[in-house]
């Protein structure tokens, strides 16, 4: 059964915790994320139909800018970017918050409103975010892509995108977006962890679950589920970067930073296994 601490959209509690580390590692538990409610009455096949439109456009704003994280690319494939940004400046506005999770937060935003599949797509707010993050930010290791992203609008400039997102979903390939990778990954990678291994962006993946874990208001219990998820990816046999005792080194850490989180049984079998394996 999924737990509550996976969920996709902002979490409204008393202090405004965690909320960024729970947009960055969304399904962190494995799950995916919940079918979108539909009108009663309205049948089998448009409830499939209304699925399938999402995964769609999901895909293809996945296309369009591959540094999106899950929780990003979800939101504009249900047409809630707006709850996303929210969500992500709720993180950006958190004193207890590290200055990676508030650069992240900021890229996120960014990429979220030039993102042609956003049916909110404003250049103008994206470039003010990326030029927020190069005042803010100016030594992050996001520098070169921010510039690059900042390139990419200013070409924009020069050749307006003017088709809609629903004009532009109506171009696009559904046969290949809808086309599931069946590679059988472990049950406990979430979304962007399988992504991060069938994309080589495995590099990419351990920095954003690192930020997570670097981050102490992220609470306990994700800063362990982002250690696992690492363990995962790099004992994952389908990782062209596996590498054994960093996967232990990720476990281990897990597993004495934190013995009380609810994954503790499962950190420990992973581990169990990685060592009955052959060198």
Do not use: W
Request: charged share 25%.
């Amino acid at each position: 059964m999924c737990e509550a601490a996976y969920f996709i959209l902002p979490i409204m509690d008393s202090q405004m915790i965690r909320i960024l580390g729970l947009a960055a590692i969304v399904a962190l538990s494995g799950c995916a994320a919940p079918a979108p409610l539909v009108i009663a009455g309205s049948g089998v096949h448009a409830i499939a139909r209304h699925d399938e439109n999402i995964k769609v456009r999901s895909a293809a704003a996945l296309k369009d800018e591959p540094d999106l994280l899950t929780y990003s690319m979800q939101s504009i494939g249900r047409g809630k970017a707006t709850e996303a940004i929210q969500t992500y400046m709720l993180g950006y506005d958190n004193p207890d918050y590290s200055t990676n999770m508030k650069s992240l937060a900021l890229y996120q935003i960014a990429l979220i409103y030039m993102n042609r599949f956003n049916d909110d797509r404003d250049d103008e707010k994206a470039r003010e975010y990326l030029q927020r993050h190069r005042e803010e930010f100016p030594n992050s290791l996001l520098a070169t892509r921010i510039q690059g992203h900042l390139e990419i609008l200013r070409k924009r400039d020069e050749a307006p995108v003017t088709d809609h997102a629903a004009q532009l979903l109506k171009e696009v390939d559904r046969e290949a977006l809808l086309a599931q990778d069946l590679t059988p990954y472990d049950a406990d990678l979430n979304p962007m962890s399988e992504r991060a291994i069938a994309e080589d962006r495995t590099a990419d993946a351990e920095a954003v679950y690192n930020i997570v874990y670097d981050n102490v208001a992220s609470g306990d219990e994700m800063r362990a589920k982002s250690l696992y998820q690492l363990g995962l990816i790099f004992m994952s046999p389908y990782n062209k970067d596996a590498n054994r005792m960093k996967a232990l080194d990720y476990l281990r850490k897990a597993n004495e930073e934190f013995p009380d989180s609810s994954i503790r049984e499962k950190v420990a079998m992973k581990i169990t296994e990685l060592l009955n394996r052959q060198n």
